[in-house]
């Protein structure tokens, strides 16, 4: 487990560095070819994408590194000494060694993949990067050859299709990232599905049985007649010999609970392999637990030695094995210990069903049978229940921990192969739109690729994630207890939206409707001199709630506009359009304010670290103002300026 999931993590990540800085590069070709004309070697130019690069990379690692070591292990140890009580603090060691494989490794994905793209680019004349890089011309799919099937496609479906088989690099990228997105969704909503219900199916489906009953001597016949005599509360009961042997087979050995009933367990233990029923053993048998028969190797009618304490031993033949999640049993009939031991082991063990089943029935006659002659414990199932349950509720710390951390990395990688699957088509879609695509069918255009190719990595990533969920649970080893390898369809379809709703990026609407909209929520009243049919008298009523009208001034009109007072411009005339003018306006005004923000937050981390050193070095807790806490702090805040510094373009 702790190999393949930090794989799975690290070739996503690896996946989402490698495709933007491909796509980084590849946008601007234009800025090569404008540096290599005015004379920079190629060696600045690297430097500058190596130093983009190699940086977001570091700070990505330091991140990582500081809550991998931290953070992720107290979640562990949190979660096992509730399980186990240990009872003394957690001591944190840093494995630098695994921090500079990891380190470099990742520095290397990210400068190898931009050193093989800006190379390529390098190479050509700067007359031909300042160019736009032509279209990839199309060709026949293999679809088409199938004509049939081919005419009875449209127009668009045609043209999406050609599109995503086109481009054979964004596809398997879209097919791989969205897949493998999938498959660690499911495999942690599998690994929920898996532990949260063992202790259902132990308790409800196959141990019956509402208490055991242990003596202080060995019950005969007659002993065994009281008993029920006294018990009034017994509805039914089976004696027993509950001890413990080793089971050996193949060279393996295992200590497991042996049973060895007076009568059959029909009634108190369900003995069933999925929804087949299996038989008591017969003379020379025996049967065994899934879990205890998987780690022996052992099956059907193969042979295994029980040995006991005194080193008495059973040869007996494996007649069938058993669903069971909770401890390991081997049960045998008396007649196999006698013919072999020649005496049947004591029998000081009783599984008994009460009338009132309920929780206080149960109790309560518990109590009453507890107060028997002979009679040393009474195990009540249900406490066993609560017991077992409140140890393996602790494991819900670390699904969720790889739930969370499967989902978020989903959401990282989606968003950004579908945000650049869509920025690298800006041109393609102002040509439809030049075309007369209305606005649904624009968007239509573009996210039938996305849903299809999406789709395509959800089938890609349902059977690796069957795949890598069945290995998880195959390799998480508690004594006494097995998982049930099992997916619920309520996991598989939740994994199935979430990648979905990953995968829808929200595209505004580049028009003046929506330039008019930002301005007014802005408080910013344009001075309209246009052409433009879209701006009419009733869409001005609509957004600014008064009557106007869009006039195209005279020049000496702009000029007086634009001199008005001598200082400052009345108004500002863009040939480009409304879009241009909204998109400086409100990118200025939310610069301003990311930089206020930021001028305030860094007040309020030097106030904040100067009161913090006071008060440690105050009350001598020296061993806290160590180098690296104080890297990590400044990181925090640090990461706060840059995440506003970033979204202050989003409109």
Known sequence: VSRVFP???FLLAALVCITTMTRMVEEQRTQLGVLMAMGYGRGAILFKYFFYSGSASLLGCAIGFVGGSYIFPKILWHAYNIM??????????????LAAISVATYLLCALG??????????????????????????????????????????????????????????????????GGCTALLLAGFGIKDSIANVVDYQFEEITLYDAAVSFTEEMDAQTQQAFSRQAADVSAVVFLHDGSVTVEAGGGAKTVNLLVPQSSLEGMMDLHRGGEKLSMPGTGETLLNDALAEALGVSVGDTVTLRDSDMNTLTVTVSGIFDNYVSNYAIVSPETCREQWGSVPPVKTAFIRVADNSDAGVHAASARILNLENV???????????????????LDYVVWMVTVCAGALAFIVLYNLTN?????RIREIATIKVLGFYPGETAAYVFRENNALTFLGMLVGLPLGKWLHAYVMSQ????????????AWQSVVFSMLLTAVFAVKYMPAENVDWALHALHHSRITPVLAVRDGNITPALLKRKFGTDARAVYPKLGTRLALSERGGGWPYALLMREGLMPYAEVVLGSKRLCLSARRGTVLAFLAATASTLLAFYLTFVGAYSVLTPLSLLVYLLL???????DGMLSDRY
């Open 7 to 9: 794989l799975f993590f």
């Open 84 to 97: 186990y009580g240990f009872g003394i603090p957690i001591e944190f060691v840093l494995d630098g060694k």
């Open 113 to 178: 993949a931009t050193y093989l793209v800006c190379r390529g680019f390098l190479r050509e004349v700067p007359a031909e990067l300042i160019r736009p890089k032509a279209p990839k011309e199309g060709k026949r799919v293999l679809l088409e050859r199938i004509t049939f099937l081919w005419k009875r496609l449209g127009f668009l479906t045609k043209v999406s299709l050609r599109n995503v088989l086109r481009y054979k690099q964004r596809f398997f990228m879209m097919v791989l990232g969205i």
């Open 376 to 394: 040393s414990a009474v195990s009540v199932k249900l406490d066993t229940r609560q017991r077992v349950g409140t140890m393996m509720s602790v």
């Open 420 to 424: 650049i699957n869509i920025n690298e």
């Open 476 to 487: 998480i080893r508690i004594d006494t207890i097995a998982f049930d390898v099992r997916i």
């Open 637 to 643: 805040w640090s990461l706060s300026v840059l995440v």
